[in-house]
């Protein structure tokens, strides 16, 4: 019977070829986690603080890399990382969320790139 190295909301690496767990990333404060549901989908940030609500839902406060905090529900949070390290690798924008005049500079710059492209082929 092996020991327990985890605990509830923890993830665990495990290396299929072994059958092996080889890293475990605790729900703690300070870790790196990705937002898996609700209107911050696909965010990354490092936990914050967590509020206990007994009989309704914990509420975990995440701050992402650009210093935004936003709050989400404990069952959309998932650990994908110790400290500020990820176990995983990330999307290309990390993560991060874009404000509506951000996205729409992106779209802007992205939409001319594109009618270059096609003007010089």
Known sequence: ???????????????????KITDVAPFDLG?????????????VGVIVSRERHPGSFDIIHVKDAVGQQFATRLGNVFVIGKGTKSLVSLPARKGIKRSVLEEADFTRKHAAELAAQKTTA
């Open 31 to 43: 870790n790196l986690v990705m937002i898996t549901g609700g209107a911050n989908l696909g965010r």
């Open 1 to 19: 019977y092996q020991r327990r190295v985890h605990g509830i909301n923890d993830t665990v690496k495990y290396d299929l070829e072994t059958g």
